[in-house]
């Protein structure tokens, strides 16, 4: 079934500050509550959000248009693997930033824009286990991502009980540039047969996850990637299929732009494809050599719905005492998240030029849009259990549940 969210980003157009004005406004819309509203698990907002992007956006036809007019540019395609970016940048930045950015008008508080990254890709002579065990096991991404190779590495965190999902830490190395750190959350799904899959990751309202390890030490830049989501789906003909979305903002020195940097190393965004699809061929064939069956890297209690919080199945990651997080991309929250800074411009004429009229106006549609937002959530409550759609026509005869 579609995710029928409703929420549809503004036409594509110049990147431009947040006004003072906006700022105001935009910082009620965010940290406002509706009182009916039952916060979700971290594990449901990411990947409600990550099929939203993919199939509502991405795989939209629609939406998406045609370059280089669309929402989409140009597609970029090697190997059999087709990447694209946004024509429009979406604000992604440190979470101080996204949802305070009143707390200075200092023109470095302001939040940074990016576009957002789609691609699809299929992996030969592997299931959609192997491929999930690979994005899964990001301790093991050591031994066949050189990105991960030579630095301080990966650091799980921990299985997080309120929030459904897993934490960790992790330095990519970007010689000879600075190392890159995240503190990132995971979060999982899959049907019980392992026919579809997901692997999602976010830095987004990351506060309690910087509490549990220091920061790596300067000149190490601390980056985000505010939505990261890989979906797999088996292939009728063997094999499976690959849509993902990556939000990654590495902070390059100015006056590179982010844009600029996927343009240039676009490639090598192919190469860590190549390096996956090898990896997951790898543990096919060392699964199949051993006649062991098939196990997801993952406890179950993150992987489906309705599973129960299990210790022993965490093990030394099991951390069930860390504060309740109110998740992202939900509410009033998603106009100031994934509003495009090209439009606050339009946005703070609107409400600063003429009468007081028109900022009342634009407020009450504001408050509107979150208080429908937050009804349509509790509407669709069994989302993440409903059917999941077609990718892409041919990819599946019938569509699977999500568990």
């Not at 129960?308 to 939900?330: E, L, Q, R, V």
């Not at 009033?332 to 004429?349: G, N, P, R, T, W």
Request: aromatic content about 10%; proline content about 7%.
């Amino acid at each position: 079934r579609r995710l029928e969210l409703g929420r549809q980003p503004p036409e594509p157009s110049s990147i431009s500050s947040m006004a003072p004005a906006w700022k105001a406004l935009a910082s009620v819309l965010a940290t406002a509550s509706i009182a009916d509203a039952e916060v979700q698990t971290y594990r449901e907002a990411l990947l409600t959000e990550a099929k939203h992007r993919q199939n509502d956006w991405f795989l939209n036809k629609a939406w998406a248009g045609e370059p280089p007019n669309g929402r989409l540019d140009w597609p970029k395609e090697e190997f059999g693997i087709q990447l694209q970016i946004t024509n429009g940048n979406y604000i992604c930045d440190a979470e101080e930033k996204v949802t305070k950015p009143e707390d200075s008008a200092d023109a470095d508080m302001q939040p940074e824009s990016i576009p957002i990254t789609f691609g699809r890709f299929d992996v030969e002579d592997a299931d959609p286990i192997d491929v999930f065990n690979v994005l899964a096991d990001i301790q093991a991404q050591e031994e066949w991502d050189e990105l991960l190779q030579g630095g301080p590495g990966v650091h799980i965190l921990g299985d997080f009980v309120n929030e459904k999902a897993r934490a960790a830490a992790v330095t990519f190395v970007a010689h000879p540039f600075p190392d890159r750190q995240v503190f990132q959350w995971q979060a999982y799904n899959a049907t019980r047969d392992w026919k579809d899959m997901w692997v999602t990751f976010s830095t987004r309202r990351n506060a309690e996850l910087y509490k549990l390890r220091e920061t790596e030490a300067w000149p190490a830049v601390q980056a985000q990637n505010c939505l990261g989501a890989y979906h797999v789906v088996a292939l009728p003909q063997g094999g499976c299929h690959v849509v993902f979305t990556t939000m990654v903002n590495s902070h390059p020195p100015w006056p590179i732009t982010a844009k600029f940097v996927f343009n240039l190393l676009w490639t090598k965004t192919v190469g860590y494809i190549q390096a996956l699809r090898e990896r997951a061929k790898y543990l096919k064939q060392q699964r199949l050599a051993s006649g062991k069956p098939a196990v997801p890297i993952i406890p179950d209690w993150l992987l489906y719905d309705g599973v129960a919080p299990n210790a022993t199945a965490s093990g030394k990651f099991w951390h069930p005492d860390a504060p309740k997080t109110i998740p992202p991309y939900s509410g009033a929250d998603y106009v100031v998240d994934i509003v495009q800074a090209s439009e606050l411009e339009k946005m703070k004429k609107f409400v600063t030029e003429g009468s007081h009229l028109p900022v009342l106006l634009f407020g009450s549609a504001c408050l509107t849009l979150g208080f429908f937002a937050a009804y349509k959530r509790l509407r669709r409550r069994s989302t993440l259990s409903a059917d999941v759609d077609v990718l892409e026509e041919g990819i599946l005869s019938e569509t699977s549940p999500i568990e």
